[in-house]
T-cell receptor, first 114, second 115 residues
Framework: KAGVTQTPRYLIKTRGQQVTLSCSPISGHRSVSWYQQTPGQGLQFLFEYFSETQRNKGNFPGRFSGRQFSNSRSEMNVSTLELGDSALYLC?????????????FGPGTRLTVL | DQQVKQNSPSLSVQEGRISILNCDYTNSMFDYFLWYKKYPAEGPTFLISISSIKDKNEDGRFTVFLNKSAKHLSLHIVPSQPGDSAVYFCAASAGGTDSWGKFQFGAGTQVVVTP
């Protein structure tokens, strides 16, 4: 069974631009969560989608948004990029996103904002 | 507000010996805990989990212990192998709809296994 895939793996943008990252979960998984990893803050939860609905959201500004499609694939978008958005963005999938299920992570997208 | 803390940023251990990684949490609502291993340029890989109804869970060389009264969990790796050199994260989640899909992660502990 294929794992979680994320595209692109690396991205370089300039301040003020916007970016869209994509995540394909493990087949059969319906929950997709997004995390931001930075050296100073560790992994921070962005949001979670299940059956095309955002069920949970972390403490990030509205510039960070996401969506999920009927095939469970998910995208996240960051508008008006800032230097501080440079990070590794990880998505994780699980069967239902309940609190007793493991999350399986993709390799991440490394975003650099210049 | 860091609700999950890994106070040791690094750990060096000899091959064949035991590695003990520690994790403390502050939220008494946390009831499910995971450990992940992460190599550079890869996403975290799930290792082992434990729910709050247990105090120990074993899987091969990995054992996780949970002390709910102390809000503390630990991961034991026995015996340590060179391939175990990686960053280890503990993560915790609380019950309820507010926690769907959401885990709180510690800052990680870099483990180096030396020959």
């Amino acid at each position: 069974k294929a794992g979680v895939t994320q595209t692109p793996r690396y991205l370089i943008k300039t301040r003020g631009q916007q970016v869209t990252l994509s995540c394909s979960p493990i087949s059969g998984h319906r929950s997709v969560s997004w995390y931001q990893q930075t050296p100073g803050q560790g992994l921070q939860f962005l949001f979670e989608y299940f059956s095309e609905t955002q069920r949970n959201k972390g403490n990030f500004p509205g510039r960070f948004s996401g969506r999920q499609f009927s095939n469970s694939r998910s995208e996240m978008n960051v508008s008006t990029l800032e230097l501080g958005d440079s990070a590794l963005y990880l998505c994780a999938s699980s069967w239902t996103g309940g609190t007793s299920y493991e999350q399986f992570f993709g390799p991440g997208t490394r975003l650099t904002v210049l | 507000d860091q609700q999950v803390k890994q106070n040791s940023p690094s750990l060096s251990v000899q091959e064949g010996r035991i590695s003990i990684l520690n994790c403390d949490y502050t939220n008494s609502m946390f009831d499910y805990f995971l450990w992940y291993k992460k190599y550079p340029a890869e996403g975290p890989t799930f290792l082992i989990s434990i729910s709050s109804i247990k105090d120990k869970n074993e899987d091969g060389r990995f054992t996780v212990f949970l002390n709910k009264s102390a809000k503390h969990l630990s991961l034991h790796i026995v015996p340590s192998q060179p391939g175990d050199s990686a960053v280890y994260f503990c993560a915790a989640s609380a019950g309820g709809t507010d926690s769907w899909g959401k885990f709180q992660f510690g800052a990680g502990t870099q483990v180096v296994v030396t020959p």
